[in-house]
């Protein structure tokens, strides 16, 4: 499952730079998650970064995108793949 960003972000920059998959990014009014970049962090971490660094703690689990480990696991192959 993709994570997306609340109204409740107040722009501070600290997750865009943590996530693996360059999945985040400045949005017109709040930072973004871009869900056919975001694996989770699986492949990279065991834990989601973004979540871990953000302050307010306002970036949870779409409900809107549901994965699968496995639907996960290949989506991070696929970015890397791309990427090489
Ligand atoms: S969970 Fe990981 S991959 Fe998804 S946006 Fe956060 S840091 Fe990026
Ligand atoms: S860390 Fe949280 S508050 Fe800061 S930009 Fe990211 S989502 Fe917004």
Redesign the pocket.
Same mark, same amino acid.
């Given at each position: 499952m993709a994570l997306y960003?609340t109204d409740e972000?107040?722009? $501070?920059?600290?997750?865009?730079p943590e996530c693996p998959n360059n999945a985040i990014s400045e949005g017109d009014e709040?930072?973004e998650i871009d869900p056919a970049l975001c694996t989770e962090c699986v492949g990279h971490y065991d834990e989601p970064q973004?979540q871990q660094? $953000?302050?307010?703690d $306002?970036?949870p689990k779409d409900p809107g995108h549901v994965e699968s480990e496995a639907q996960l696991m290949d989506k991070y192959e696929r970015i890397m793949a791309a990427q090489a």
């Open positions: 960003i972000c107040i722009n $501070c920059d600290v997750c865009e709040i930072y973004c660094v $953000c302050p307010v $306002c970036i």
